[in-house]
């Protein structure tokens, strides 16, 4: 199944991968209800292989295997079914090319099936159970692992088969490996169908609250979208492509502001922006963020170019309000601040005059009453100096 429109030299053969094998069919039952779409869930580990405990690998049939706990802590187990090559692992960002059922370990429900299913190895295409499984998986090997809800569809589920909290079982076939793709090998076309993809995949999840997995994938789909100034393609195309690279930066932000990560929404953005200075999106979420981060002034501007551009916005209008509500506060508790820093100094002025108004009227009475002491006591002993004087 060519997954993703590949030229000859990335395509995958039919001949290339067998059926499903003997024991998957029989699993399958004779009905699938409704599977679910291939694109899955997986979270890159950021673990290499040789991290987990190895597991022996011979040719043909093991006698009797039990299950391997992976992680030890008893939430993923694999129990290997049928043995594959030595030493033939998958490496992170390899296309490999799966057959897989899903079930629910309750009652054995079938919810998911794949046939030669081609994803590429920790870009979040299947459950993060099944990935870090196949990152120790051989080729030709079938697997069946037990999978707790935390490395599956968690608390959230999947409508209408998989409930919150449901653990499950999946029986995986590695059937085959295939280098890296690298987005400068392939063709304009190629490029922007691959990038759709995984920024549709990041949609997903992000839609599913997913945040971490939502921006792992939206980044893998930029690289194929190109980066500034890159030409892919004829006129029509590159218009194309740089379309969805708009689209996908102007998720990323969302996310960004999700994570209440401002800074980084800022940055990309700008990236945004850069390419489209009019692109309404984009001009909104850098008015919210500049507003989540206490800038009102910049975020009233931005949101009122915004207004210009579609004055029926009423998101923009609901925002914008509430900037301008917090404006005004702004500016009431400005001017009670400058009042209250002008009291204080009248206050202290007033004091300092009342202050040396006091040291006056006291040294004028100590003066007067000093006065009128000399006066006293020169008068009772005929000492008056003005008994001297005689008037006729």
């Known amino acids: 199944m060519d997954v993703m429109g590949l030229n000859q030299n990335n395509t995958i053969p039919p001949n290339v991968t067998s059926k499903v094998s003997d024991f998957i069919t029989a699993e399958q039952g004779t009905s699938l209800e409704s599977p679910i779409s291939s694109n899955d869930i997986q979270l890159d580990s950021g673990q290499n292989n040789d991290d987990f405990p190895s597991q022996p690998v011979t040719e043909g049939e093991p006698k009797e295997q039990t299950y391997q706990d992976i992680l030890g802590s008893g939430d993923l187990l694999k129990k290997i079914i049928k043995q594959g090559a030595l030493d033939e692992r998958p490496m992170k960002g390899e296309q490999i090319v799966i057959n897989l059922v899903g079930r629910l370990e309750d009652d054995d429900v079938i919810f998911e099936k794949e046939e030669n299913f081609e994803i590429t190895l920790g870009d979040c295409e299947v459950i993060q159970g099944v990935d870090l499984a196949l990152s120790l998986m051989n080729v030709g090997e079938i697997a069946e692992l037990k999978i707790a809800s935390r490395f599956g569809y968690g608390e959230k589920g999947l409508h209408p088969k998989v409930l919150g909290g449901a653990r499950l079982v999946y029986t995986v076939e590695l059937v085959t490996v295939k280098p890296e793709i690298l987005p400068d090998d392939l063709t304009p076309i190629e490029r922007l169908n691959i990038g759709l993809k995984k920024k549709d995949k990041g949609n997903w999840w ?29 006129d029509s195309e590159q218009k194309d492509i740089l ?38 999106k984009a001009i909104m979420r850098k008015g919210k963020v500049l507003a989540l981060k206490g800038q009102n002034i910049a975020a009233a501007h931005e949101l009122e170019k915004a207004l210009k551009i579609n004055p029926n916005n009423k998101t923009v209008q609901s925002i914008l309000s509430n900037v301008k509500a917090a404006l005004v506060k702004e500016r009431v508790q400005e001017r009670e601040l400058y009042k209250k820093m002008l009291g204080q100094k009248d206050v202290h002025e007033k004091s300092a005059k009342d202050d040396k108004n006091t040291n006056t009227t006291f040294i ?28 006729q």
Not at 206 to 232: C, S, W
Not at 271 to 276: A, G, I, K, P, R
């Open 206 to 234: 992000y839609a599913r609250n997913e945040n971490t997995m939502a921006l792992h994938v939206y980044r893998k789909a930029i690289q194929y979208f190109g980066g500034p100034g890159d030409i892919i393609g004829s």
């Open 364 to 391: 004028i009475s100590g003066l007067v009453a000093g006065l009128a002491v000399i006066c006293g006591y020169c008068y009772l002993n005929n000492n008056f100096p003005f008994s001297k004087f005689s008037f």
């Open 243 to 280: 379309s969805e690279r708009v689209k996908t930066l102007n998720n990323m932000a969302a996310v960004h502001m999700s994570m209440n990560s401002l800074d980084l929404a800022l940055s990309t953005l700008d990236s945004v922006l850069n390419v489209e200075p009019h692109n309404e």
